[in-house]
């Protein structure tokens, strides 16, 4: 068996081939995931499921597939709110018409998004920065009116609401809280771990050689259109997915007015705090921006009540954007690989204690 030394542990090719190589870190996923899956059910009240727990798996594969476009790619792209809405609109559609069950609705939901990710992935292969954020955001516009503008995508009932179908796997229903955190847990953990395994493949070498520096890895031989374009499509079957989940596990509706500019902003900046390149990061991010208001919420009405100040609201929905903005620049600033790389420092010291270098 081959053996290399790497400081001061000793490791095989094959451990460091596996997709978690490092044994601390397989005990912690498999506690983790059994927590999520056994122990959260029995104890999360009906809030914490459908407002938090459900909404930050959703916007963790969000954030994945925009992370897996930015960070490994490094294509920028301001349109991950359109995809979602494609992928959600896709499942509805498929669901209705063709009364498909609900994991291949989702599915085919993803692929379509990939399918409108590719188009509009085209200018990749010209333009690349600021510019290239500039033709990604006019998905953002052109699919969001399209969806409105033709009423067979989303088939309108004379109320102006389009509630989402019943959904329900081999028989059983999916109806309830914990049913609902359970089905988009798999799901999540599942392309999760595809996404692990991909960055670590060809495929995620290519991406990152493209990122880097894309004329020296033509020049190797990496086909920059394949390369690119691939980016484009798993980042928008991540995001297809995401907005397939919101739609039926999280809100109950497929509505285009909730997949705006302001989502994609949102998933832009769950990238940058999380971690840029980062899949542990994604998540990290995701769970950053959906417990921060309510921290923000529950903590400073109290702090303003020790010096006598009742604060309305509205003023604490204002200050919650000011300290969310000032926390980006501060990672942008300080750790532009955000709460990952943290993360990752910290786990390190605590590997080699109580050893130092």
Not at 22 to 28: H, L, N, T
Not at 79 to 95: L, Q
Not at 126 to 131: L, M, N, P, S, V
Request: glycine share 10%; with cysteine; net charge neutral.
């Amino acid at each position: 068996m081959l053996y290399r030394e790497t400081g001061q542990f000793k490791t095989t090719y094959a451990a460091d081939q596996q997709i978690f190589p490092i044994r601390q870190d397989r005990i912690a996923i498999g506690l983790l995931l059994a927590v999520a899956f056994l122990g959260v059910p029995l104890v999360a009240d009906q809030y914490w499921l459908s407002a938090i727990l459900i909404p930050f798996l959703i916007f963790a594969l969000a954030t994945l597939g925009l992370n897996i476009l930015t960070g490994y790619a490094g294509q920028l792209s301001l349109g991950s709110a359109a995809f979602m809405a494609v992928g959600a609109f896709g499942a509805y559609n498929f669901i209705l018409r063709l009364d498909m069950p609900i994991i291949p609705a989702f599915l085919l939901g993803g692929l379509c998004a990939a399918t409108v990710g590719i188009l509009f992935g085209l200018p990749s292969l010209r333009i690349k920065g600021f510019y290239l954020a500039v033709a990604t955001l006019a998905a953002q516009f052109f699919v969001v009116w399209g969806l409105t503008k033709f009423g067979w995508f989303s088939n309108y009932s004379s109320s102006g609401v389009i509630t989402a179908q019943d959904m329900e796997i081999f028989g059983f229903p999916i109806d309830s809280p914990v049913s609902k955190y359970l089905l988009t847990l798999t799901i999540v953990s599942l392309l999760a771990l595809m996404a692990k395994n991909m960055v670590r493949s060809n495929t995620g070498r290519s991406w990152m050689a493209v990122r880097d520096m894309d004329v020296a890895a033509e020049v190797i031989g990496i086909p920059l259109m394949k390369t690119k374009l691939l980016a484009f499509a798993v980042s928008s079957f991540y995001c297809g997915v995401a907005g397939a989940l919101a739609a039926y596990c999280y809100l109950g509706t497929v509505e285009p007015d909730y997949f705006t500019l302001d989502l994609s902003f949102k998933i832009l900046f769950m990238v940058i705090v999380g971690g840029v390149g980062s899949i542990l990061g994604s998540f990290f991010g995701a769970a950053f921006i959906i417990l921060l208001p309510i921290f923000l919420n529950i903590v400073l009405h109290p702090l303003f009540g020790l010096f006598g100040i009742d604060i309305s609201t509205a003023i604490v929905s204002n200050m919650e954007l000011m300290i969310f903005g000032g926390l980006i620049i501060f990672f942008l600033a300080v750790e532009p690989h955000g709460l990952a790389r943290l993360w990752q420092i910290g786990k390190e010291k605590l590997r080699i204690w109580p050893f130092p270098h």
